[in-house]
């Protein structure tokens, strides 16, 4: 890197944000030592670079070895810069690097580190399984020059799999798939039927979209249970019909939908005239409001899509099927039911642990990702990450347009079909990030009618994805994609072979159009990263209409009443264009508070999941459980042979104490549902769910004693004697899944949106 490039590199980075990004100074001083180092090792052979990167202790020889081998593995020098963000990953940073700078060979290199650093082993943690999976074979190579192993899990991975990929020096996985593990392990009863290690180093890709998008959804682990028949499904029948602004009203912000006295009546009748608020009728009015909010707010290849008979649903931020992921509380079941497919189960919660307290669990963390400044104070507050901003190597030289708004959604899609056919005619290749599947279906077909030919890449084929991705820079190109196309793509100018290269870079490169502005600015940032890659020639620009969702919700009261505009519906006023940048901002602080408040709650209960979690691993690893027998009834336990009444105190111990973690997570559940009705009180939502939760697990150790001697008691034992002789029947079957955040949230978490949007609207 030449002197004007790292003085550039610096105002870049003092532009950026100053004060919340880390000094590159002292990484840069070690390149020169790296780069002379790196000449030394050419001449070892590859036995000999293998004996080398076993001895390595310090970020230069790290450093040096890691670029050697992936020269020789992959014909990949890694640049400055991938070093620079390799020792950021080794020294606790978040490497923000942009779109093509190799953030996966980086993390390689950087695993590599930890673990010759005493840190192994190390989990790569990544959003999908497919990435796991790539990244752990295209990597081997590299690791095996360095004398270690890697591993990598999936969802079909079985237990001896995840066992000898864990036992690797580096093991790639979803974030997902780690926590599910982790979940597994918790509840064994035996201890060779673990496959997890301790937890040790965690290397996140995508930090921004892991550590913040997804920190507040739960990982549950499920167990089958005898149970009711669904009320919901009934519901679902009965708001069917209802209408908009006749039977029900849906609030301003899209969050919340009410009956009105119309629709109660229309209900109520339906019932057999009962009264739905009557205290007897609770149950079934919970019912209808849940299949309401299904009815009123969820809608289909927005929200979700249904594929193969089941409801799939789509991640907001992604804009692709959230694999095993669904709503809460019911809501999964009225949405299947309005789509009239049978409910999928739910059990029983065994165990359930937050993304972020699970990667919080992790002694040692760092992650990369392109955009990390703008979650800079979110990483800082909730992991103590700092950000380290990567230069590129080579400068981006994409020209992004400012925003285009039109006064109406009409206007706004008259004009993004004909600016996508006006650069189609020209042969430059043209990627549409839209929000939804039902906008990229319905462009498609707009396209299609203006003699446009499109590929379509959402949520619906996303097993297509990389086929379809490979050429999107092919000369004429058109796809028009949900915001999948943002993270982890490589799009080539002149297509996967390159052909065309130099006729698509005279055209200006691959033009990439957004057709409305996401919630989030990292979104839209991502979302750009597909043009301009590694100093390719590239344009962007955002259509926006003054009706889209993110303006009408976040900046009504903004805009002006009579805008400046053109006949054609371009508005040229610049407060216009601050409302944009303004709604923007507001919806981010919306997210931000709900992640604290969220986050607040979890807080106690991720301390009692510890605290009962170091317990259990007492009773699993050691006789507490048959000295705590003998000490309260010695009759009976001391005439027992000694191994037995270890495998019987213990078998009985571990089942009531998983038992009663799965009845007092139930009862939290409904605390902090309900929490909120508290606040009309004028008491603290937070201090009264404390005040339900703490003595709640205060009574649960004694109870767990209770109910082992009890059981200890009532039971007769022999050597063949089996926890289901004494009724400890743990659950026939077990599965996993995501929690989706509720895309309404609770009352309490309206409320707070509600008072973010005045704060951020005051400032």
């Not at 004398?147 to 996985?173: H, I, K």
């Not at 033009?511 to 979302?527: A, E, M």
């Amino acid at each position: 890197m030449g002197v004007s490039q790292r003085l550039k590199a610096k105002f870049q980075r003092f532009l950026q944000r100053p004060g919340t990004t880390v000094d590159l100074a002292p990484l840069e001083k070690l390149l020169p030592e790296i780069e002379s180092r790196e000449k030394k090792l050419t001449n070892l052979d590859d036995a000999g670079l293998t004996a080398a990167a076993g001895r390595a202790d310090g970020y230069v020889e790290i450093c040096a070895v890691g670029r050697e081998a992936a020269r020789r593995a992959l014909d990949q020098r890694p640049y400055d810069v991938q070093l620079l963000g390799a020792m950021a990953l080794l020294s606790g940073k978040v490497a923000e690097m942009a779109t093509g700078e190799g953030k996966t060979l980086t993390a390689a290199i950087a695993a590599s580190g930890h673990v010759r650093l005493g840190n192994g082993p190390v989990h790569v943690l990544t959003v999908n399984d497919y990435l796991a999976r790539r990244d752990a074979q295209w990597m081997e190579p590299v690791y095996e020059l360095l004398g270690l192993t890697v591993g990598w899990v999936n969802e079909a991975s079985t237990p001896q799999e995840r066992r000898d990929a864990y036992d690797r020096d580096v093991t790639y996985v979803s974030v997902s798939e780690a926590g599910f593990d982790f979940l597994r392990d918790q509840l064994v009863t035996d201890i060779d039927d673990r496959v997890q290690p301790p937890l040790r180093t965690a290397i996140v890709d995508e930090a921004d979209s892991i550590l913040i998008d997804e920190a507040r959804v739960p990982m549950v682990l499920a167990g089958a249970v005898p149970g009711e028949q669904d009320p919901v499904h009934a519901a679902a029948a009965l708001v069917r019909g209802l209408r908009n602004q006749v039977h029900y009203t849906v609030a301003e912000d899209g969050r919340s939908a009410a009956l009105t006295s119309a629709g109660l009546a229309a209900v109520e009748a339906r019932l057999g005239d009962i009264d739905l608020y009557a205290e007897e009728n609770v149950a079934q009015l919970s019912a209808v409001n849940v299949a309401l909010h299904a009815h009123a707010l969820l809608h289909r290849d927005v929200d979700y899509i249904v594929r193969d008979g089941s409801v799939e649903l789509i991640d907001e931020m992604r804009g692709r099927v959230a694999q095993r992921r669904r709503w809460p509380d019911g809501l999964q079941a009225a949405v299947e039911a309005k789509e009239g497919l049978d409910a999928s189960a739910e059990g029983e919660v065994l165990g359930t642990i937050a993304v972020q307290a699970f990667v919080g669990l992790y002694p040692k963390l760092c992650g990369m990702t392109a955009t990390a400044v703008l979650v800079g104070d979110q990483l800082r507050e909730f992991f103590s990450l700092e950000v380290a901003v990567i230069p590129p190597n080579t400068p981006c030289i994409r020209e992004d347009e400012a925003n285009r708004i039109f006064a109406t959604r009409a206007e706004k899609e008259e004009a993004l079909v004909d600016e996508i056919r006006r650069h189609h005619e020209r042969g430059r290749p043209v990627l549409v990030g839209t929000l939804d599947v039902k906008e990229s279906e319905g462009l498609a077909a707009a396209l299609e009618s203006a003699g446009v030919p499109s590929v379509v890449l959402n949520a619906k084929n996303d097993d297509d994805e990389a086929a379809i991705i490979a050429e999107a820079g092919a000369y004429g190109a058109v796809t028009v994609s949900t915001q999948m196309a943002g993270r982890g793509v490589d799009i080539r100018l002149g297509g996967s072979d390159q052909a065309d290269r130099d006729r698509v870079a005279e055209l200006g490169g691959l033009y990439l159009i957004g057709s409305g502005r996401h919630d989030s600015r990292r979104v839209d940032d991502q979302l750009r990263g597909r043009a301009g890659r590694q100093g390719d020639p590239g344009g962007s620009v955002f259509f926006v209409s003054l009706e889209d969702d993110l303006v009408v919700r976040h900046a009504g009261d903004t805009v002006p009443a009579s805008p400046r505009m053109n006949a054609d519906g371009l508005v040229t006023d610049s407060m216009v264009d601050y409302a944009v940048e303004h709604a923007q901002r507001v919806a981010e602080g919306v997210n931000h508070e709900i992640h604290r408040n969220t986050w607040r709650y979890s807080v106690v209960i991720e301390q009692q999941r510890k605290a009962l979690a170091e317990r259990r691993e007492r009773l699993l690893t050691s006789d507490v459980a048959a000295l705590m027998l003998l000490d309260r009834m010695p009759d009976k336990a001391g005439e027992m042979d000694e191994d037995l009444l270890a495998r019987v105190a213990r078998s009985i111990a571990l089942y009531h104490l998983d038992r009663l973690w799965a009845e007092h997570l139930a009862e939290l559940n409904e605390v902090r549902e309900g929490v909120h009705l508290r606040a009309l009180g004028r008491l603290d939502p937070l201090d009264e769910f404390h005040r339900a939760a703490v003595p709640a697990f205060n009574d649960l150790v004694p109870e767990i004693e209770r109910r082992t001697i009890d059981t200890f008691t009532e039971t007769e034992f022999d050597e063949d004697w089996e926890p289901d002789a004494a009724k400890l029947v743990r659950p026939s079957a077990t599965w996993t899944y995501l929690v989706h955040d509720n895309p309404f949230g609770s009352e309490l978490d309206r409320l707070i949106a509600s008072v973010g949007r005045r704060l951020s609207a005051s400032r």
